[in-house]
């Protein structure tokens, strides 16, 4: 649990995935077609991937990857993120970290 809160504070937006994952692909570039490079951990190497999976679930994600923070704060995964983007509530939460030169 410790290490999900020290990496999704690293960053102002990180997002957890694994690189076999189409839905980490697709929110990933969600963020770089709204002009935010966020800090991406993937964890299929990681010794503790599995321990990250089930903190991930605990803590509330819908499902283990992708696991989007802002500013330190779950937002959710993919189902959580689309719902903020389409709502238009996405673009006011990630503004801060939004990049002219992008």
Do not use: W
Request: include cysteine; proline fraction near 5%.
């Amino acid at each position: 649990m410790d290490k999900v809160m020290r990496m999704s504070s690293e960053k102002g937006v990180v997002i957890v995935t694994k690189s076999s994952c189409c839905l980490c692909y697709a929110v990933q570039i969600l963020f770089r077609d709204l002009r935010v490079q966020p800090t991406i951990h993937e964890i299929d190497n990681d010794p503790d991937c599995r321990e990250i999976e089930k903190a991930l679930l605990r803590i509330g994600c819908s499902t283990a990857v992708p696991a989007v923070f802002v500013s330190g704060k779950l937002v959710g995964s993919t189902n959580e993120v689309m719902s903020l983007h389409l709502s238009g509530s996405l673009v006011p939460l990630i503004k801060p970290y939004q990049s002219l030169l992008y």
